[in-house]
Nanobody
């Protein structure tokens, strides 16, 4: 299971940085995985929305976060980060990281892993 951290409560316009660390079971192959950040808002309990994803050579962002969020990875530390700036109340959600889906959020033939989620709350 991946381990997320860095969530919290901020006011609109604030910033947070989320971290996603790989479990021991996949650290040796971590660099081969595309890592994605997803979120599940209180009003949408049926699905997790792709926020951003990063492979070794490319990144993809949801339109709603382009220009505000930046995803990055430190392969030596087996960690992926999501820097979130100019946060808006609409960003309030539980944020999950995933290893194994592709850059656009589709499942692949290989295994996938999820974290337990970290809460982000943005007040107006």
């Amino acid at each position: 299971q991946l381990v997320e951290s860095g969530g919290g409560a901020v006011q609109a316009g604030g910033s947070l940085r989320l971290s996603c660390a790989a479990p021991r079971s996949i650290t040796s192959v971590f660099n081969s995985y595309t890592i994605g950040w997803y979120r599940q808002a209180p009003k949408n309990q049926r699905e997790r929305e792709l926020v951003a994803a990063i492979s070794l050579v490319s990144a993809n962002y949801a339109d709603s976060v382009k220009g505000r969020f930046t995803i990055s990875r430190n392969n030596a530390k087996k960690t992926v980060y999501l820097q979130m700036n100019s946060l808006e109340p609409e960003d309030t959600a539980v944020y999950y990281c995933n290893a194994g889906r592709n850059l656009y959020g589709s499942t692949t033939e290989g295994p996938e892993y999820w974290g337990q989620g970290t809460q982000v709350t943005v007040s107006s």
